[in-house]
């Protein structure tokens, strides 16, 4: 791993594995039904200061997938082994998390699957995808930056815990309590 990679453009940089999960996201976006991809993307609950910190991470983020898709993928080294290894267990678990989402009535929280060991699963399993491709491309600076990235994000989630308080009321209340907000502790 090195603090800043050589930058150039290629066909075997990093940007191929960001396409390679987002086109899996996409077709499961596609395949599934208009009212889950709503409530996918519903923003109704965030207030106006929390889009406003969000701002932070999302910059972040930017920056690493422009760095990303600059950088070589480092085939052969054992740091590529590693970062695709984390990465494909990051977009298994995405891919998991949606159809657990998908799978749930809208009138109700999402407790199901991989929501039993965590409230936000797909963030949860995007940036374990996202930092394993930052080590596959063997930067330091891309995991600080992505690091930062989902710090930045955590106002994205505190924000829809609330609206999920405000739409579900005890039984989400419930939820938060038996299950960690990320993973086994945290």
């Not at 050589?6 to 596609?30: D, H, K, R, T």
């Not at 984390?86 to 109700?108: C, E, H, R, W």
Request: proline letters at 4%; glycine letters at 8%.
């Amino acid at each position: 791993m090195e603090l800043f990679p050589n930058l150039e453009f290629g066909l075997f940089n990093g940007w191929i594995l960001i396409a390679v999960f987002f086109v899996a996201y996409g077709i499961m976006l596609i395949l599934f039904p208009k009212d889950v991809v709503a409530r996918l993307y519903d923003r109704s609950g965030q207030r106006k200061h929390q889009v406003l910190r969000r701002l932070f991470g999302v910059i972040l983020v930017l920056l690493w997938f422009i760095l990303v898709s600059l950088t070589p993928l480092k085939i052969g080294d054992v740091v590529f082994v590693i970062g695709i290894s984390v990465y494909s267990l990051g977009l298994i678990g995405f891919v998991t998390a949606l159809g657990n989402f998908k799978n749930t009535p809208v009138d109700q929280p999402v407790t199901s699957g991989l929501y039993r060991i965590s409230r936000h699963p797909q963030q949860l399993a995007a940036s374990v995808s996202f930092l394993g491709i930052s080590v596959a491309i063997g930067s330091w600076l891309a995991f600080a930056f992505m690091i930062l990235g989902v710090i930045g994000a955590h106002n994205k989630i505190l924000a829809e815990e609330e609206a999920c308080l405000e739409q579900y009321g005890e039984s989400y209340k419930n939820y938060m309590e038996r299950i960690p907000r990320y993973f086994l502790f945290f």
